[in-house]
């Protein structure tokens, strides 16, 4: 590369064989008083801007678009030992919020990842896949007869889609695990 065959234009190198290099040197053409400024006036730069805004034709498309964006994943079975586990923990929250007044007395929180089915009637993944979420909030009741789900705050989680619920204080199950351990 000859440097004499090259010159430097705003940072960067270009080869004076370049065909436009007589265009890249000039300004950009200005109408001064002649026909076509007359017909095409100089805009204000607020009208310019609206030109160059996105345009959405059809409304909720890109909305709709982004939801089946959404992953969805099969559902995880505990095994035995994990179903256990999770069975003892619902019994000592089950044990701290049996009354209403209990659950304020103590008021813990918890913390409960739990399947939710996918309900998109136009997904492949209706009703065979679902996703999990996660929810922090007061643990409020247990109901293990009648309708076996867990409320925290204002959610209601079936027993069967509950993966795992883990409390604020970790001392809370781990203290239990102890007792049953020594008896």
């Not at 065959?5 to 064989?17: A, E, F, N, T």
């Not at 436009?20 to 095409?40: G, K, S, T, V």
């Not at 009354?99 to 998109?120: E, F, G, S």
């Not at 069967?160 to 409390?167: F, Q």
Request: net charge neutral.
């Amino acid at each position: 590369m000859q440097r004499s065959s090259y010159l430097l234009w705003q940072g960067r190198l270009v080869s004076l064989q370049f065909p436009y290099l007589q265009a890249l040197f000039q300004q950009r053409p200005r109408h001064r008083m002649d026909e076509f400024e007359f017909r095409h006036p100089p805009m204000e730069r607020e009208k310019r801007a609206k030109i160059f805004a996105p345009y959405d034709a059809l409304d909720g498309y890109s909305a709709s678009v982004k939801k089946k964006n959404i992953e969805y994943v099969e559902k995880v079975y505990l095994d035995e030992s994990q179903r256990t586990e999770l069975n003892r923990r619902l019994v000592i929250l089950h044990e701290l919020t049996r009354t209403a007044r209990l659950a304020k007395q103590n008021r813990v929180t918890v913390t409960a990842t739990y399947y939710v089915p996918c309900t998109d009637q136009h997904s492949f993944s209706c009703g065979v896949r679902g996703q999990y979420r996660t929810v922090t909030g007061l643990a409020r009741k247990v109901d293990s007869d009648l309708t076996r789900t867990v409320l925290i705050d204002d959610t209601a989680i079936s027993f069967d889609d509950l993966l795992s619920v883990e409390a604020e204080d970790e001392t809370l199950f781990r203290q239990s695990a102890e007792e049953d351990c020594m008896a």
